[in-house]
């Protein structure tokens, strides 16, 4: 079986990334197609988390793995957050549309999520520490927000500033 085909990751400031994913229809052929993709690219940027919006495909996708052996993909389409705990923790974030880039954000400390899996069947996902914020930094990506926007306007002219000169030096 061939290895499937890696998607380009769309690096901020690039605004498609603030594209406000649709939810999608159907689980049919084709969103089945674009699963493996996302997670060989996921895993090919060593990444944790990816939402369709980071691969330029403007639905609502998620896959997921936060495994020590990543070996226990998860998918999450159509995302809903049913409850977040009132306790927040503010966690050092990273993201591969913001590559090597990490500072902290607050978000809940546990959530439910109901959400379709990749055969179309609906999940609840009752998730704390590293899958809850994980979750919750991509279904932001859905709603086309990055981490980058939760820190100072300074912070943030700053990373555009490094990673738009990072841009212009690889393609120099």
Not at 27 to 33: F, G, L, S, Y
Not at 98 to 108: K, L, M, T
Request: net charge negative; proline share 6%; hydrophobic share 40%.
């Amino acid at each position: 079986m061939n290895d499937p085909e890696l998607l380009p990751i769309l690096r901020y400031p690039d605004p498609r990334l603030h594209t406000v994913a649709r939810p999608i229809t159907a689980v049919d052929d084709r969103v089945r197609a674009i699963i493996p993709r996302m997670l060989a690219t996921m895993y090919a940027a060593h990444g944790i988390g990816l939402a369709a919006t980071q691969v330029d495909i403007h639905e609502r996708l998620i896959v997921i793995d936060v495994s020590e052996e990543r070996d226990q993909p998860m998918v999450l389409i159509n995302p809903e957050i049913e409850w977040a705990s009132p306790e927040t923790r503010k966690g050092e974030e990273g993201c591969l549309s913001v590559p090597g880039i990490y500072d902290g954000v607050e978000r809940s400390v546990a959530v439910r999520v109901r959400a379709l899996d990749g055969e179309g069947h609906s999940r609840v996902i009752e998730a704390e520490g590293m899958l809850a914020v994980c979750i919750q930094h991509e279904m932001d990506h859905l709603m086309g927000k990055v981490f980058v926007e939760y820190l100072s306007p300074l912070k943030r002219n700053r990373i555009k500033t490094k990673l738009l000169k990072a841009e212009r030096a690889a393609h120099a």
